[in-house]
């Protein structure tokens, strides 16, 4: 099994109930990317930038004092011990070896050799009849010049301090969410997409929207 997400897991496990040998390797954390880089942390920022929001709004109920300052160090902190949390209450690989499954966590980068064995980055050798693929998605750079400077959701956890500024390109689900938080922290948001925001997604506050769908351009406030 290449792949320690919810499906690799869950795959190894079945694969074990019905008798077979089961190894599975993980290249870097099992629980996939809600769990590492996705859902969970991302959740985090959201309360936080909620807080904010409802911070903004004490004045109007008579509760006077100064607007909190966002620690951006502190706040990506937190976002870790919480996935640590998660992975601790998850205890996916105790879970998996008392299932008899052999777990490669932290393997590093694999390659096959030939149909039936797979590499480690340490050298090592597995071999199996059969292979089962659950690699998840991973986010896609832009092919242009100056592409390589760009972020991806997953290069938010290693910022050193909150951006002034910040060009969001895509406007569903993630793009969106991504602006809704950095726009309450206080970043200058701007949203670049091909089509028009999905009419599922709410107004962005404090952002900004351009995009070409039948040459229409508006703001998303």
Same mark, same amino acid.
């Given at each position: 099994?290449?792949?320690?997400?919810?499906?690799?897991?869950?795959?190894?496990?079945?694969?074990?109930?019905?008798?077979?040998?089961?190894?599975?390797?993980?290249?870097?954390?099992?629980?996939?990317?809600?769990?590492?880089?996705?859902?969970?942390?991302?959740?985090?920022?959201?309360?936080?930038?909620? %807080?904010?929001?409802?911070?903004?709004?004490? /004045?109007?109920?008579?509760?006077?004092?100064?607007?909190? =300052?966002?620690?951006?160090?502190?706040?990506?902190? =937190?976002?870790? *011990?919480?996935?640590?949390?998660?992975?601790?209450?998850?205890?996916?690989?105790?879970?998996?070896?008392?299932?008899?499954?052999?777990?490669?966590?932290?393997?590093?980068?694999?390659?096959? @050799?030939?149909?039936?064995?797979?590499?480690?980055?340490?050298? +090592?050798?597995? *071999?199996?009849?059969?292979? &089962?693929?659950?690699?998840?998605?991973?986010?896609?750079?832009?092919?242009?010049?100056?592409? +390589?400077?760009? %972020?991806?959701? #997953?290069?938010?956890?290693?910022?050193?301090?909150?951006?002034?500024?910040?060009?969001? &390109?895509?406007? #569903?689900?993630?793009?969106?969410?991504?602006? /809704?938080?950095?726009?309450?922290?206080?970043? +200058? @948001?701007?949203?670049?997409?091909?089509?028009? %925001?999905? #009419?599922?997604?709410?107004?962005?506050?404090?952002?900004?929207?351009?995009?070409?769908?039948?040459?229409?351009?508006?703001?998303?406030?």
């Amino acid at each position: 099994m290449i792949g320690g997400g919810p499906a690799g897991v869950t795959a190894a496990l079945r694969a074990r109930e019905l008798g077979a040998s089961v190894a599975l390797v993980e290249r870097d954390r099992l629980g996939g990317t809600c769990t590492n880089d996705g859902c969970v942390p991302t959740r985090v920022l959201a309360k936080a930038a909620r %807080l904010r929001r409802e911070a903004e709004q004490c /004045s109007e109920y008579g509760l006077m004092g100064e607007l909190p =300052r966002v620690d951006f160090g502190r706040l990506l902190n =937190r976002t870790q *011990q919480v996935v640590y949390r998660i992975q601790e209450k998850k205890q996916l690989i105790n879970h998996l070896e008392d299932s008899g499954v052999r777990v490669h966590a932290s393997a590093g980068d694999t390659r096959f @050799i030939d149909a039936n064995t797979l590499e480690l980055s340490d050298g +090592e050798t597995l *071999q199996s009849e059969k292979f &089962i693929l659950c690699l998840g998605g991973h986010p896609r750079r832009l092919n242009l010049l100056g592409g +390589e400077h760009g %972020l991806t959701h #997953s290069d938010i956890w290693s910022l050193k301090q909150l951006p002034r500024s910040l060009i969001v &390109i895509g406007g #569903s689900a993630t793009g969106c969410q991504v602006a /809704s938080n950095f726009a309450a922290f206080g970043s +200058e @948001i701007t949203i670049l997409e091909v089509e028009s %925001l999905r #009419s599922d997604n709410p107004g962005i506050p404090g952002s900004r929207h351009q995009g070409n769908d039948r040459n229409r351009a508006g703001r998303a406030d």
